[in-house]
């Protein structure tokens, strides 16, 4: 018995002395180097990952500073740059306000990298051509209103095609996405129905599917069912042999994604920023007969006072790299780079990134 | 009237129904072995255990990053898991029937029977939320996944000794603690390391734990203070994708998993056996 | 008997009396040390309670039971109920139980009772390895071989040529991911677990039962149904409950199969989701801190649940083995 109460002493003090070598922030780890190890941890958005994942390795040949990038998701992004667990998030939906006043290294920079596509990938057995959808069609097929291949709604759409009489199963993110949330705000803004009764986020409640995770989750879902339907970046289709169904834009044409026509949707807004802006933008349902309706900028999530004066230096470097070097390979993936433009606005936003308060 | 007859062909139904059982339940173990041999033989190359991952949709690349980050993994763990695990099974052999050490018996087998994302969960609160994700936490959660396996294996393994071997020691002047390590722990030395290796094959292959403590890392890294990659957080990430190249990988990390599974249970079934003889079964 | 010599005799005469002075400090220390190494796991175990309770009381006080007992989880509206997935773990669990209960208890009694010797190490080797794999490398299988499988002819077998889609419980589209899918997994997992304690029981049940049936008559399989089983009941059925320990808890293999959809179904067909599941999709990006702790909560609750599940397990083993040790 005296040893146990021995024994448990020696314990009490061994934890009471590990709990205040505990300092809060990613920032404790500054010689990151020893050993081997990334230079900079990020983690968030599937949508870009194939983009980024590409920029990091390039990045590290180039100059050989390593960046580990995990994609768990702009909602996982978001969570852990605000909780500091890592030295930048990514996210294609942007934080809200309440969402920066939460984070808890201070201010919050988005930081647009390149645009991309939400596309509507399907596996229909028997169907080779590539489909032709409406705004409506689609709120209502992932409402669960069309519930079969063959339904004349779709089937009018596109007269030359045999359907079968197959169910369909719609296939959406199970987890934070902002995949979900460019998705959702381009129904938010064409459907009334979806406006009511779903409305848009990084996450929503779904009337019918099941959930995959991540984009590279709801294209193997896709890839594997018979019968599927769901949303990706338009990466994650071509990549993977997946068809994605032209969609009616505002001017009433279909439209393909791709890089042409991404670009396109973001002309008007990069033509006409606001001085001050802070990059959260939205280019759903944009205007021009060539636009793709559901494109996007993605982001990357940086604090504006960085506290690690190495990693934040490596984290300027990187961005400065990827405004000139990153946007001249975002096209060889199909992601859109950002309008001159934006890219001098954008690099003179970086250059507010203050190491001021670094140890 | 339930003549003999008809009892014995109940009986005899019976039988066959539990040769049937027997089929059916060594049936998903061949099947599944099957086919991960199958389909990860093919993808095994030396490239696989060399290479780090290729960007997203390029072929080739390999898990060297995954292997190394597992092996870190299973090293933090043994550190933390072996010393208390042993400390603990000697204890709880030695003080066996006091209320204490069947306090903790029984919270070691709760312990085991832990959902390991409870652990996860428990390790991110702990370490992730205050210093970010390291292979260092991803090594504490399965470290305490260890203490209790290691725990009881050992206690298990110390009790099997005769204690006529204990009192002979003492009675020739060894000192208690010297008796305890010298003499009992060596002899139950060759079941407690097969205990070891067991639960080293247990947690190489968890993957909740890591979630969101290691989360992975695509480029090579031995730093524990830095996310660490994983062979089953691989296999995760690459079984839920559409790319048939992340999909052979997938096969091959797994194949690899089992293949270090089975030599470990195979050892250890034969170490177990041929010092205990078949009464342990 | 030789004598020793006396010069060694000497010798060590005056090693003991050293030792017997020096040792106490040194077997004190001794038992400190594994005193203390003792004292984790009970520690350990607070300590998870501890955390995961203490950041699932937010939750918990503003909440309470709508928890569980609610399905509407809609995160940006702050709302949580889980039901769905407290009700998927049950009936997954459930349903692998139902399958896997009969097959580990007759390779048990196979094992135990008509098993050639020759065979039966080979056998329950070849059954306890299927505890051994991984379990993402289940879940890894159950995409590519088993979800196929279900979908293309086990489903429409069910529902189609047996009829049984007139029951609400084999209807539906057979999309694959799904509740059957997710039992059947766990059922292979929970397998082994059932399978090898109670073949530990019913090889411990004495032969003088076996032989007193027998001799008063009874066919071989009434002796094991009548005399065998009996006296193994408890723990037989300590076995059944670590399987569905095992079950309850079951992550990777689970969240890759099952669908991940929140939404209570009597269809086994129907994708759903688990408590586990839940938590490792939604855990690293909870975005607000309600969700984080609402997320602790689902964690506390599965915590509770296996924890009582496994007391119990280990009692009823422990009971059998200790009324055996008599």
Redesign the interface.
């Known amino acids: 018995?005296r040893a146990?109460k021995l024994a448990a002493l020696i314990f009490f003090v061994a934890a009471c002395s590990k709990g205040d070598g505990?300092?809060?922030?990613?920032a404790?780890?500054t010689a990151?180097s020893?050993?081997?190890?990334?230079d900079l941890?990020g983690?968030g958005a599937t949508f870009p990952?194939?983009i980024y994942?590409?920029w990091?390795?390039d990045y590290?040949t180039a100059t050989g500073v390593?960046i580990?990038?995990?994609s768990?998701g702009s909602g996982g992004g978001v969570r852990q740059i605000s909780?500091?667990?890592?030295d930048f998030g990514a996210s294609d939906g942007p934080m809200s306000d309440d969402e920066l006043a939460k984070a808890k290294g201070g201010p919050i920079l988005h930081i647009p990298t390149v645009l991309g596509a939400d596309v509507i990938t399907y596996n229909v057995p028997g169907v080779t051509a590539v489909l032709k959808l409406t705004p409506s069609v689609i709120a209502d097929i992932f409402m669960g209103r069309i519930k079969k291949w063959n339904d004349t709604r779709i089937g009018s759409l596109n007269s030359g095609v045999t359907l079968p009489n197959q169910d369909i199963l719609v296939v959406h993110r199970s987890d934070g996405s902002g995949t979900t949330y460019i998705f959702t705000d381009y129904l938010d803004k064409v459907s009334p129905a979806w406006h009511t009764s779903v409305g848009k986020g990084k996450e929503v409640k779904w009337p019918v599917g099941l959930g995959?995770?991540?984009n590279?989750?709801v294209?193997?879902?896709?890839?594997?069912t018979p019968g599927a339907v769901g949303y990706v970046e338009l990466?994650?289709a071509k990549?993977?042999n997946?068809p994605a169904a032209l969609v009616r834009n505002k001017s009433g044409q279909y439209i393909a994604a791709s890089v042409p026509a991404v670009t396109a949707a973001a002309a008007g807004v990069a033509q006409s920023l606001p001085a001050n802006t802070d990059y959260r933008l939205s280019i759903v349902d944009a205007p021009g007969a060539q636009s793709y309706p559901i494109s996007s900028f993605t982001w990357l999530l940086v604090y504006q006072h960085q506290k690690d004066a190495v990693k934040g230096k490596k984290l300027i470097d990187f961005l400065n790299w990827a405004m000139t070097e990153g946007e001249k390979t975002a096209p060889t993936?199909d992601y859109a780079p950002l309008p001159a433009e934006m890219v001098t606005s954008v690099k003179a936003k970086i250059a507010t990134i203050d190491l001021a308060g670094a140890k | 009237m339930r003549t003999a007859r008809s009892?014995?062909a109940?009986?005899?139904?019976?039988?066959g129904?539990?040769?049937?059982?027997?089929i059916?339940?060594?049936l998903?173990?061949?099947?599944?072995l099957g086919?991960?041999v199958a389909?990860g033989a093919s993808s095994l190359s030396l490239a696989f255990f060399t290479h780090m991952p290729?960007?997203?949709?390029e072929v080739g690349g390999g898990m060297a990053n995954a292997i190394v980050g597992t092996l870190i993994l299973i090293g933090v763990a043994s550190l933390i898991g072996l010393?208390?695990?042993?400390?603990?099974g000697?204890?709880?052999a030695?003080k066996r029937g006091t209320p204490?050490?069947n306090?903790?018996r029984?919270?070691?087998?709760?312990?085991?029977?832990?959902?390991?994302?409870?652990?996860g969960?428990?390790a991110?609160?702990?370490l992730?939320?205050?210093?970010?994700?390291?292979a260092f936490a991803g090594g504490v959660a399965l470290g305490?996944m260890m203490?209790?396996l290691v725990?009881r294996t050992t206690e298990e393994m110390l009790l099997v000794v005769p204690t006529s071997l204990r009192e002979a020691a003492l009675a020739l002047?060894?000192?208690?603690?010297?008796t305890?390590?010298s003499i009992v722990l060596r002899t139950a030395m060759a079941g407690i390391a097969t205990g070891v290796l067991v639960a080293v094959?247990?947690i190489?292959?968890?993957?909740?734990p890591l979630?969101?403590t290691a989360?992975?890392?695509?480029?090579?890294?031995?730093?524990?203070?830095?996310?660490?990659a994983a062979i089953?957080l691989q296999?995760?990430?690459y079984?839920?994708?559409?790319?048939?190249e992340w999909?052979r990988l997938?096969?091959a990390g797994?194949l690899v998993?089992?293949t270090m599974?089975?030599i470990i249970?195979i050892a250890a079934?034969f170490v177990t056996?041929s010092r205990f003889g078949?009464a342990v079964? | 008997m030789t004598s020793l010599p006396a010069e060694w005799l000497e010798k060590?005469k005056d090693?003991?009396i050293l030792?017997?002075e020096?040792?106490a400090v040194?077997?004190r220390?001794?038992?400190v040390?594994?005193?203390?190494?003792?004292?984790?796991?009970?520690a350990?175990?607070i300590?998870?309670a501890l955390?995961?309770f203490v950041?699932a009381w937010p939750a918990f006080s503003k909440l309470g039971l709508s928890i569980v007992t609610t399905s509407d989880w809609d995160v940006r509206a702050g709302h949580f109920g889980a039901a769905p997935a407290v009700y998927g773990t049950l009936v997954s669990s459930a349903v692998a139980l139902i399958i896997a209960t009969?097959?580990?208890?007759?390779?048990a009694?196979?094992?135990s009772?008509?098993?050639p010797t020759w065979l039966?190490?080979p056998?329950?080797?070849?059954?306890?390895?299927?505890a051994?794999?991984?379990?993402?490398?289940?879940?890894?299988?159950g995409?590519?071989?088993l979800i196929p499988l279900l979908r293309e002819h086990v489903m429409p077998f069910l529902r189609d040529t047996l009829h049984l889609g007139a029951t609400p419980f084999f209807r539906g589209a057979a999309y694959g991911p799904s509740m059957l899918a997710a039992g059947v997994i766990l059922a292979?997992m929970a397998?082994p677990y059932i399978?090898s304690v109670s073949?530990?029981v019913l090889?411990a049940v004495p032969r003088s039962q076996r032989e007193a049936a027998l001799a008063l008559g009874a066919?071989?399989?009434?002796m094991?149904?009548d005399a065998v089983i009996p006296f193994a009941k408890s723990g037989i059925i300590g076995g059944i409950m670590?399987g569905l320990?095992?079950a309850?808890?079951?992550?990777?293999a689970v969240t890759?199969v099952i669908g991940n959809r929140l939404e209570i179904s009597p269809s086994l067909f129907a994708p759903g989701y688990t408590m586990?599941s839940l938590?490792?999709n939604e855990?690293?990006e909870a975005t607000s801190d309600l969700h984080l702790s609402a997320?602790?909560a689902v964690?506390a609750i599965?915590?509770l649940i296996?924890?009582i599940?496994?007391?119990i397990?280990?009692w009823l083993v422990w009971s059998v083995s200790r009324s055996q040790a008599r």
Not at chain 2, 204 to 208: M, Q, V, Y
Request: net charge positive; aromatic share 10%.
């Open positions: 018995m146990i505990n300092n809060s922030g990613a404790s780890s990151s020893v050993g081997g190890g990334a941890t983690a990952y194939p994942s590409k990091f390795s590290a390593k580990n990038y995990q768990i909780e500091e667990t890592v995959g995770k991540g590279e989750g294209s193997g879902q896709v890839k594997q990466a994650y990549q993977n997946l993936l | 009892r014995h109940v009986s005899g139904l019976m039988i129904l539990t040769y049937l059982a027997a059916l339940a060594t998903p173990l061949i099947l599944i086919h991960i389909k290729k960007p997203v949709g010393p208390i695990g042993i400390g603990a000697l204890y709880l030695e204490f050490a306090t903790v029984f919270l070691a087998d709760v312990l085991n029977g832990l959902p390991s994302i409870v652990i969960i428990f991110w609160e702990l992730v939320r205050r210093a970010g994700f390291s305490s203490i209790p725990t002047g060894y000192a208690r603690w010297r305890s390590i094959a247990r190489a292959g968890e993957t909740a979630l969101f989360l992975g890392n695509q480029f090579w890294s031995t730093s524990l203070r830095q996310p660490i089953p296999i995760f990430a079984s839920l994708s559409a790319y048939d999909h997938a096969w797994a998993l089992i599974v089975l249970s079934r056996r078949a079964d | 060590e090693r003991r030792r017997v020096g040792s040194s077997d220390i001794y038992e040390l594994t005193a203390a190494c003792a004292l984790v796991v009970p350990l175990v300590a998870i955390a995961i950041a009969p097959l580990a208890l007759g390779v009694v196979f094992l009772e008509f098993s039966r190490q056998i329950g080797f070849l059954v306890d390895l299927l051994a794999i991984p379990s993402v490398v289940y879940g890894l299988w995409i590519f071989v292979i397998l399978s073949r530990e090889l066919t071989r399989w009434e094991i149904r670590l320990g095992r309850l808890g079951e992550t990777m890759l586990a938590i490792a855990f690293s997320l602790m964690g599965l915590f296996t924890l599940v496994n007391a397990a280990r």
